[in-house]
């Protein structure tokens, strides 16, 4: 080790940069090289990133699939029990029966979207939907089982609406 390197290597990173702009201004190209070649090397331990990028975004996926999901069913509950009570009505208005029978479907209709939505873009990852749902915690309910198992088409603006949010929870690039 000459007496440059050894003067080199005690530079502190902020005095290393002053030198190498004073060097770059005066067009030294070798005592760019010197700089450069004198700085510490140093190795680095981190996690593998896309691992953790997918890790986080399908957990995130899943949890927002859950969130849309319930609230739905919920709402769902609430037109069954209506409809139940305008059952027992003897004057029933066939407007309003009608009116809670159409968001009904509606219900149906986005609980399905939303469910597809979701099982497409982990299909694509290669991921099980139920296996990640559970694998971070959540269950989706009897009843949200029940609605995603219903013989429905999916609310289209919805489904397409869905599918590009996981898409973009995802990570995936892809349309």
Same mark, same amino acid.
């Given at each position: 080790?000459?007496?440059?390197?050894?003067?080199?290597?005690?530079?502190?990173?902020?005095? +290393? !940069?002053?030198?190498? $702009?004073?060097?770059?201004?005066?067009? /030294?190209?070798?005592?760019?090289?010197?700089?450069?070649?004198?700085?510490?090397?140093?190795?680095?331990?981190?996690?593998?990133?896309?691992?953790?990028?997918?890790?986080?975004? =399908?957990?995130f996926m899943?949890?927002?699939?859950?969130? $849309?999901?319930?609230?739905?069913?919920?709402?769902?509950?609430?037109?069954?029990? =209506?409809?139940?009570?305008?059952? %027992?009505?003897?004057?029933?208005? !066939?407007?309003?029966?009608?009116?809670?029978?159409? +968001?009904?479907? @509606?219900i149906g209709?986005? !609980?399905?979207?939303?469910?597809?939505?979701?099982?497409?873009?982990?299909? @694509?990852?290669? &991921?099980?939907?139920?296996?990640?749902?559970? @694998? &971070?915690?959540?269950?989706?309910?009897?009843?949200?089982?029940?609605? &995603?198992?219903?013989?429905?088409?999916? /609310?289209? !603006? %919805?489904?397409?609406?869905?599918?590009?949010?996981?898409?973009?929870?995802?990570g995936s690039?892809?349309?």
């Amino acid at each position: 080790m000459n007496l440059h390197e050894k003067l080199y290597s005690t530079l502190t990173p902020q005095q +290393r !940069v002053v030198a190498m $702009f004073a060097a770059l201004a005066r067009r /030294d190209d070798a005592e760019c090289d010197r700089l450069n070649e004198t700085a510490p090397m140093y190795t680095y331990r981190a996690h593998d990133l896309e691992f953790r990028r997918l890790l986080t975004s =399908s957990t995130f996926m899943a949890l927002h699939t859950a969130l $849309f999901i319930e609230p739905e069913v919920a709402r769902y509950l609430g037109c069954l029990a =209506s409809m139940a009570m305008l059952g %027992l009505d003897d004057d029933v208005d !066939v407007d309003e029966f009608n009116a809670v029978q159409d +968001r009904f479907k @509606g219900i149906g209709a986005s !609980v399905k979207a939303y469910w597809l939505a979701y099982a497409e873009t982990c299909a @694509g990852m290669g &991921i099980d939907p139920d296996e990640l749902l559970r @694998g &971070i915690g959540v269950e989706l309910s009897e009843h949200a089982r029940a609605l &995603i198992g219903k013989d429905v088409e999916p /609310d289209p !603006v %919805l489904l397409a609406s869905a599918s590009e949010l996981m898409r973009q929870l995802s990570g995936s690039l892809q349309p």
